[in-house]
RNA sequence: GCCGGGAUGGAGGAAUGGCAGACUCGGACGCCUCAAAAGCGUCUGCCCGAAAGGGCGUGCGGGUUCGAAUCCCGCUCCCGGCACCA
């Protein structure tokens, strides 16, 4: 040993370097022994595993929303959940259940296709390269993910199953008699018996007419929808990416809203369920709430306003000349004045007469004729942006129709206007205005000077305009005096039995936009034929696999060009998109789909896959699906035990993998109806930001604070609190950690923080606590100096066992809870309690030490490991049994109790723990300051609180 | 505007009707060291006080209770979602 390594630390002491090597070590060897592998009952993965419980485990599938493996790799907020599921499933295992922990990657997606244009590398290179490096930071962090279901939504194995799930729903129909999707050749003998009639008899339709009628039907399905255009990029854009000024975010192209033909998924037909089966899962219920937004489902009445005669020349005849509206207030309908229409309302053309009608306000003639007015104001709507609508919001525009249409109840003639506030994609695009009672409808009055009836008498003291609360119905013929609620059943009934409307039920949630003008994502299992009309591919030809080309963008074209058509990249793919094929009915010629799915796809069903992920015959072999979510009386729907992941993904992702699940298990193929039976929203790991004062992003690592001063090389800064990125120069790695202070430092730093839902501020010189935590935990079973074990068999104290016991029994608790923070919190305190007692003594009882090393190793594994090897112990940890309390070390033998005189501590007594509470009333009367402030009288209350608190009142 | 969540020391947080501030960072002082780092120990909510001790204190104002960070009523501010959805 040199001169100055002679003053070094100690040559034992935990530090980063020999965290490294203890980290490394016993990676290797859990994956050279498969400890994380976990079996399944059937098929190529049933091969049994070290630690199994074959006879009777509970199993326990726990899992993370897996990473789109990014170029810029993971920053330490990203494993904060992957820690959180670890340690889960750890416990989980030492409880003794058969725990399912996989890991994968969400690795199709726009960042590996845009460096693919502008490089010319394949997208699959850059995709694989990141995917390693993923591999590789996620292993150092020591997770138990079973390396054998990894999986990434671009390998082919992978996708050839989402191509084969597009084509279950494909070839399924909404049942509505039922309430579930079935096959879509149930739905053609339906049609061909004369079981379900359409319009055309089924005997008398072309075979082209007969397949438009069914795909009409299908849960996927092709439509004209008005999509983001942007010819500048050639593609059509999601919402977001498009400006508020209407251009694109990328590359700055005007962006035009264009119908164009697209795939759609039907997830309103199951709009229903998915609103109603929130209750059978375990999720946060903030979670449910957005869903249940979302899916917006509100309940009312359509309720038709003929369209009166005479003021029109244009006369029509039943049913164009009618107006369905649909609003959540029937009960209303005495007070409606007007209706609305909105301006892309299909029978406005219909209903738009040649001339004014006599005695029409001079206002509302806003041009020579109504139709020019009409056309004037759809134009002018047409060319705003949704966010141009919104950013009005509120300044009501409209014109008039010309038109007047009758209530139903009244036979009032109500003019009918059109106007932007009623939106076209929700109810009937139509409504009855009722300014007595909706805000909107009130300030569209006024601007326009329309009549106001109040038809709910206002509760007292009511200023306002519109009343929009309960009350008695006024004004209102035979409703007058009815509450809401019943006026509304008293309005439908009378509706029906008039033949003027019905209940009914709408929804927020519109069905799924589902194709895309890109490469990297999974082609659709279809093809078109001569007449232009999709076949699917048979299941037998699956997969399609992406073809290679070498340019991957799509064409683009003049910016200003709206009339032009997407030609998404597989579009110049000739030779795989121009194929002869046999689909059984001989060889024909066909055209590929060229559009490719979007990246919710693969996410929306990889929680199955990983239950089975190398099966090559079944997308999951329905035993495995059975034994790992198959429902259970605390799981009523099934599904995954445990799901952590950011709440970004409240709606979305969570909304379409419910939908696929639902129609996989419609169509037999699973047990569960539900994909995750226990949710839960990590926090977000945030950090501070620092700008000079040009403004420009300083490296935060470089900052110093002094006073509440931060300054970066002596120049002042400013503080920013938000993400962590690249550009913002405060981004902090696991890497970075992992070589500091090792891995299961991170990872106990990580968990200690605070509560595992709550966003925090990353704090790098605080993980040292962590460190030094695990530091004294190491010194209390090993010496520094020498390496070797320093513990006894002796017996130890009856203070630290007894913390023991309860330390157990509350990190327990707190692990059931995913209550890491306190867990840890509890750990350090016994380990301070054992240091304290026993570092000056030559060692530290056995039954101390080996339940604490047990009890760290869901947080701290590799030096749990490494520990209880050292103890002698051959095999791994990680199947033996985590500690159980003793109930009768739970107590203390004796217990300290404050004394509260009128609610402030006055004193304290120690008595006996079984003591009753008589006796420890008495102690505490007893008590020299307490009987002070008693002066001899008698209290006039006693409170024992027993095991907690005594108060006296005097 | 509507819906949801939140506010506790210098910082992260603990306590869900019973001793507010566990645990951790930071800070002060000390030990060890030639020295520094690491490590270890003591103290660390605010105010008065040399100390003993006392007073105040969980965003603000009320209330319930022997007792409230915790329950109830009324506000303020912050964060998130939705936003003309009839």
């Known amino acids: 040993m040199s001169e100055q390594n002679s003053t070094d630390a100690p040559a034992h002491r935990y530090t980063a370097a020999l965290a490294a090597s203890i980290e490394e070590r016993w990676q290797d060897r859990w994956e050279a022994d498969g400890t994380f592998?976990?079996?399944?009952?059937?098929?190529?993965?049933?091969a049994p595993s070290p630690g199994w419980h074959n006879d009777g485990g509970t199993p326990m599938f726990v899992m993370d929303m897996f990473p789109y493996p990014s170029g810029a790799g993971l920053h330490v907020g990203h494993p904060l959940g992957y820690i959180g599921t670890d340690v889960y499933a750890r416990y989980h295992r030492m409880l003794g259940y058969n725990v399912l922990h996989p890991m994968g990657f969400d690795s199709f997606g726009l960042p590996a296709e845009q460096y693919a244009v502008q490089t010319g590398t394949h997208p699959r290179k850059t995709?694989?390269?990141?995917?390693?490096?993923?591999?590789?930071?996620?292993?150092?962090?020591?997770?138990?993910?079973?390396?054998?279901?990894?999986?990434?939504?671009?390998?082919?194995?992978?996708?050839?199953?989402?191509?084969?799930?597009?084509?279950?729903?494909?070839?399924?129909?909404?049942?509505?008699?039922?309430?579930?999707?079935?096959?879509?050749?149930?739905?053609?003998?339906?049609?061909?018996?004369?079981?379900?009639?359409?319009?055309?008899?089924?005997?008398?339709?072309?075979?082209?007419?007969?397949?438009?009628?069914?795909?009409?039907?299908?849960?996927?399905?092709?439509?004209?929808?008005?999509?983001?255009?942007?010819?500048?990029?050639?593609?059509?854009?999601?919402?977001?990416e498009v400006t508020a000024d209407g251009r694109s975010e990328r590359g700055n192209f005007p962006v035009f809203k264009r119908r164009l033909r697209q795939w759609m998924m039907r997830i309103t037909a199951y709009a229903d369920r998915l609103a109603d089966d929130l209750d059978q899962v375990d999720w946060p219920e903030s979670i449910k709430v957005m869903q249940r937004n979302w899916i917006g489902r509100s309940t009312g009445a359509y309720i038709d306003f003929a369209i009166a005669d005479g003021a029109p020349k244009k006369r029509h005849s039943a049913p164009n000349a009618t107006i369905r509206v649909f609003t959540t207030r029937p009960d209303t309908v005495f007070g409606a004045t007007y209706l609305v229409v909105a301006p892309e309302h299909p029978l406005l053309d219909a209903i738009v007469p040649d001339e004014w009608p006599a005695d029409v306000p001079p206002?509302?003639?806003?041009?020579?004729?109504?139709?020019?007015?009409?056309?004037?104001?759809?134009?002018?709507?047409?060319?705003?942006?949704?966010?141009?609508?919104?950013?009005?919001?509120?300044?009501?525009?409209?014109?008039f129709t010309g038109s007047y249409a009758v209530n139903p109840v009244n036979g009032a003639k109500v003019p009918v206007f059109v106007a932007d506030y009623v939106l076209t994609g929700y109810g009937t695009g139509a409504i009855m205005a009722v300014p007595g009672q909706d805000e909107r409808d009130w300030e569209f009055a006024e601007v326009f000077d329309l009549p106001i009836v109040r038809t709910v008498q206002p509760s007292e003291g009511f200023d306002g305009k519109?009343?929009?609360?309960?009350?008695?119905?006024?004004n209102s013929g035979f409703l007058d005096?009815?509450?809401?609620?019943?006026?509304?059943?008293?309005?439908?009934?009378?509706?029906?039995?008039?033949?003027?409307?019905e209940a009914t039920t709408t929804y927020k949630l519109r069905d799924w936009l589902f194709s895309r003008q890109r490469y990297w994502g999974e082609p659709f299992p279809v093809l078109y034929d001569e007449d232009g009309l999709p076949v699917a591919v048979p299941e037998s030809m699956l997969p399609i696999v992406l073809p290679e080309i070498d340019d991957y963008s799509p064409r683009t074209f003049d910016p200003d060009d709206a009339d032009t058509d997407p030609e998404p990249p597989l579009a110049r793919a000739d030779e795989w998109v121009n194929v002869t094929l046999d689909l059984g009915d001989g060889p024909k010629q066909y055209r590929r789909e060229t559009n490719t799915m979007p990246q919710w796809a693969g996410s929306c069903w990889y929680e199955l896959r990983y239950l089975d992920p190398t099966d090559e015959g079944e997308f999951v072999d329905p035993a495995n699906e059975q034994y790992w979510m198959g429902p259970t009386a605390a799981k009523p729907a099934g599904g995954v035990d445990l799901y952590i992941g950011g709440v970004e993904h409240a709606v979305l992702h969570l909304l379409y993998a419910r939908f696929w699940h639902k129609v996989l298990f419609d169509r037999g193929h699973l047990r569960s109806s539900e994909p995750f039976g226990r949710l839960y929203n990590q926090g977000y790991i945030q950090a501070y930001a620092y700008t000079d004062?040009?403004?420009?992003?300083?490296?935060?690592?470089?900052?110093?604070?002094?006073?509440?001063?931060?300054?970066?090389?002596?120049?002042?800064?400013?503080?920013?609190?938000?993400?962590?990125?690249?550009?913002?120069?405060?981004?902090?790695?696991?890497?970075e950690m992992c070589a500091e202070y090792g891995a299961d430092t991170f990872r106990v730093y990580e968990m200690s923080m605070g509560p595992l839902d709550v966003s925090r501020p990353w704090e790098t010189r605080a993980v040292v606590g962590s460190m030094r935590f695990l530091q004294r935990l190491w010194r209390t079973a090993v010496d520094?100096?020498?390496?070797?074990?320093?513990?006894?068999?002796?017996?130890?104290?009856?203070?630290?066992?007894?913390?023991?016991?309860?330390?157990?029994?509350?990190?327990?608790?707190?692990?059931?809870?995913?209550?890491?923070?306190?867990?840890?919190?509890?750990?350090?305190?016994?380990?301070?309690?054992?240091?304290?007692?026993?570092?000056?003594k030559a060692a530290t009882p056995r039954e101390v030490v080996e339940p604490l090393v047990l009890m760290v190793a869901p947080f701290a594994p590799h030096l749990a490991e490494e520990l209880w090897a050292k103890l002698g112990h051959e095999e791994t940890l990680t199947y033996h049994q985590f500690p159980v309390a003793d109930p009768a070390l739970l107590t203390a033998a004796e217990i300290e109790y404050p004394v509260q005189v009128n609610g402030k501590v006055r004193g304290r007594i120690t008595v006996p723990a079984d003591a009753d509470q008589a006796a420890v009333g008495a102690a505490a009367l007893a008590e020299p300051k307490v009987a002070a402030f008693l002066g001899g009288k008698e209290p006039r209350k006693l409170i024992v609180v027993p095991g907690r608190i005594v108060t006296v009142v005097v």
């Open 37 to 46: 592998h976990s079996p399944n009952p059937s098929g190529p993965l049933a």
């Open 693 to 735: 004062a040009r403004g420009a992003y300083v490296p935060a690592d470089e900052v110093v604070e002094q006073d509440g001063v931060y300054t970066w090389h002596g120049q002042p800064v400013n503080r920013e609190y938000g993400k962590m990125g690249k550009s913002l120069k405060n981004v902090v790695t696991p890497d």
């Open 363 to 399: 206002a509302w003639k806003t041009a020579d004729d109504p139709s020019t007015a009409v056309a004037a104001y759809q134009a002018q709507a047409a060319a705003k942006s949704d966010i141009e609508r919104s950013a009005d919001a509120r300044k009501k525009t409209g014109v």
């Open 481 to 501: 005096g009815l509450g809401v609620a019943e006026a509304k059943k008293r309005i439908i009934d009378w509706l029906v039995e008039n033949d003027h409307g």
């Open 466 to 474: 519109a009343f929009t609360g309960d009350g008695p119905a006024i």
């Open 127 to 240: 995709t694989d390269e990141n995917i390693d490096r993923y591999k590789a930071q996620l292993r150092r962090l020591g997770f138990g993910h079973d390396s054998r279901r990894l999986l990434a939504t671009t390998d082919v194995s992978y996708y050839r199953w989402t191509q084969w799930i597009f084509l279950q729903i494909y070839n399924s129909w909404y049942d509505v008699e039922t309430g579930r999707a079935r096959p879509i050749e149930e739905l053609e003998a339906q049609f061909a018996s004369g079981a379900r009639r359409a319009a055309t008899p089924w005997d008398q339709m072309s075979r082209t007419e007969q397949r438009k009628l069914i795909d009409s039907h299908r849960l996927a399905y092709l439509s004209e929808a008005p999509v983001n255009w942007c010819p500048g990029l050639g593609t059509v854009l999601a919402n977001e």
């Open 784 to 840: 520094e100096e020498t390496g070797d074990l320093r513990v006894t068999d002796d017996e130890a104290d009856d203070a630290t066992k007894r913390l023991l016991h309860r330390t157990i029994d509350g990190v327990r608790g707190d692990l059931e809870g995913l209550r890491t923070n306190t867990a840890v919190s509890k750990l350090i305190e016994l380990t301070n309690q054992v240091t304290s007692t026993y570092s000056a």
